[in-house]
């Protein structure tokens, strides 16, 4: 999914196009951006380390110790991480993956619906749960979910 070009002074709370949402070139306006209930907010500019990635995500999770259980790791994994210790490539991509999802859930719910989302049979990933897609670092398949979720379609 491809998104516009983004300023290397920008930042993700500055973002707020939804993809196929994208500003029309030449004499035509720029279409409405429709209202973000939660989004994900990052004080410094792109790219962001994968530390304050991991603490806005616990802030948006409730806590470290939710993100950890979202993410299949231990609590100190996730303290770790915060503060600055790497954590890994699979988990970094689990980290990643898991930020995407919720950066668009934040477009479509309240936060509690959004990690309700999260963890619930989802008919899109035949009766999987998305948290268990994001452990398995299959972020195009949770992107169709949210892509058919958008849409209203049925599965």
């Known amino acids: 999914m491809a998104v516009g070009p983004v300023s290397a002074s920008c930042t993700l709370a500055d973002v707020g196009h939804?993809?196929?949402d994208?500003?029309?070139l030449g004499n035509e306006r720029m279409s409405a951006v429709p209202p973000q209930h939660n989004t994900?907010?990052?004080?410094?500019?792109v790219p962001i380390p994968t530390a304050e990635k991991v603490r806005s995500l616990?802030?948006?999770m409730g806590s470290a110790r939710r993100l950890a259980e979202l993410?299949?790791?231990d609590p100190a994994q996730v303290s770790r991480w915060s503060r600055g210790?790497?954590?890994?490539l699979l988990n970094a991509e689990r980290v990643e993956v898991l930020e995407l999802v919720l950066s668009e859930l934040s477009r479509l719910y309240e936060?509690?619906?959004a990690r309700r989302w999260l963890v619930g049979a989802n008919p899109h990933l035949g009766d999987r749960r998305p948290l268990d897609v994001v452990r398995s670092g299959r972020p195009e398949e949770l992107l169709a979910a949210l892509r058919a979720e958008r849409a209203g379609s049925p599965a």
């Open 111 to 113: 936060p509690e619906a």
């Open 71 to 73: 993410l299949g790791v």
């Open 40 to 45: 994900l907010r990052y004080a410094q500019s």
């Open 58 to 60: 616990a802030s948006w």
């Open 22 to 24: 994208a500003a029309h």
């Open 85 to 88: 210790e790497g954590p890994g």
């Open 18 to 20: 939804v993809p196929g």
